[in-house]
């Protein structure tokens, strides 16, 4: 099994930075990717960016590209979003997740964070 837990999240005003972070612990080394996903009230949850330990190869919504970073610490299986000139509609539960090895499936999933942007 994978625990991961989420820290960082917070109240911040338009145009502010928030950074969170992921605690992986467990059989990390079953792992593939971890991920960043939202959900804001009323909506789906969606998908924010992600990073291969591996390679450190990241991607992201269109939505976020340019304004967040997403970044790992393999010596502390930490990862890290890096969220700048933040929205009002960033506004949401912040989820990490990790894809089990050989299924590419986000398998494990954090209990989320509040992150709100005040106008």
């Known amino acids: 099994q994978v625990q991961l837990v989420e820290s960082g999240g917070g109240l911040v005003q338009a145009g502010g930075s928030l950074r969170l972070s992921c605690a992986a612990s467990?059989?990390?080394?079953?792992?593939?990717?971890m991920g960043w996903f939202r959900q804001a009230p009323g909506k789906e949850r969606e998908f924010v960016a992600n990073?291969?330990?591996?390679?450190?190869?990241?991607y992201y919504a269109n939505s976020v590209k340019g304004r967040f970073t997403i970044s790992r610490d393999n010596g502390k299986n930490t990862v890290y979003l890096q969220m700048n000139s933040l929205k009002p509609e960033d506004t949401a539960v912040y989820f990490c997740?990790?894809?089990?090895?050989?299924?590419?499936?986000?398998?494990?999933w954090g209990q989320g964070t509040q992150v709100t942007v005040s106008t």
């Open positions: 997740a990790a894809t089990r090895t050989g299924t590419g499936a986000y398998d494990y």
């Open positions: 467990g059989r990390t080394f079953s792992t593939t990717t």
């Open positions: 990073i291969r330990w591996s390679t450190g190869s990241t």
